[in-house]
């Protein structure tokens, strides 16, 4: 008698740890079922922000077209500028350098460089004129960066030449 029921509480005992083991397992497919869905929600919502940062950057570009040019005026401030308003700023930059009619970037930052010892408040220079002309000319650089406005730009008759110095001739 006492064999068959060391035998049964043994078979009792099996059971009850079986059931322990299977207890513990769906325990454990429960957490990993949620931890899953954790991950799976966590990569759902960075894909839907960078979808969102994506829309949010095509309608600041939207935007933007609608809305003009952001520029610093000569006097420091910023202006929104649309296309009508680009040709009269443009030619405020150019006379505030000294430039007779449009010109290329690089005809840009030539003048520029040849100009800037000249105007620097180092070199003797009013400090505020030389602010305003460093506005414009990065103004003028900035216009000449964008498509739309470099286009614009090159729309315009071009400038009547220069007069050149006289050159000794030997022939």
Do not use: K
């Not at 006492?2 to 009850?16: C, D, I, N």
Request: net charge positive; charged share 25%.
């Amino acid at each position: 008698m006492a064999v068959v029921a060391a035998l049964l509480f043994s078979l009792l005992g099996l059971a009850a740890l079986w059931g322990l083991l299977g207890a513990g397992l769906a325990l454990y497919l429960l957490l990993m079922e949620r931890w899953s869905q954790n991950c799976r929600d966590a990569i759902t919502s960075e894909r839907l922000q960078e979808q969102g940062q994506r829309q949010q950057q095509a309608l600041n570009r939207q935007r933007r077209r609608r809305r003009g040019w952001s520029l610093v005026d000569l006097d420091g401030r910023r202006l929104a500028l649309e296309a009508r308003d680009l040709e009269p700023f443009a030619r405020r930059c150019r006379a505030e350098l000294g430039l007779s009619g449009p010109c290329s970037v690089s005809e840009l930052r030539r003048h520029w460089r040849r100009s800037s010892l000249r105007w620097h408040p180092d070199q003797g220079g009013d400090h505020a004129a030389w602010l305003r002309r460093l506005r414009a000319y990065e103004a003028l650089r900035q216009l000449g960066r964008d498509g739309s406005a470099r286009q614009l730009v090159q729309a315009l008759p071009p400038p009547l030449p220069a007069a050149r110095r006289w050159r000794w001739r030997w022939f």
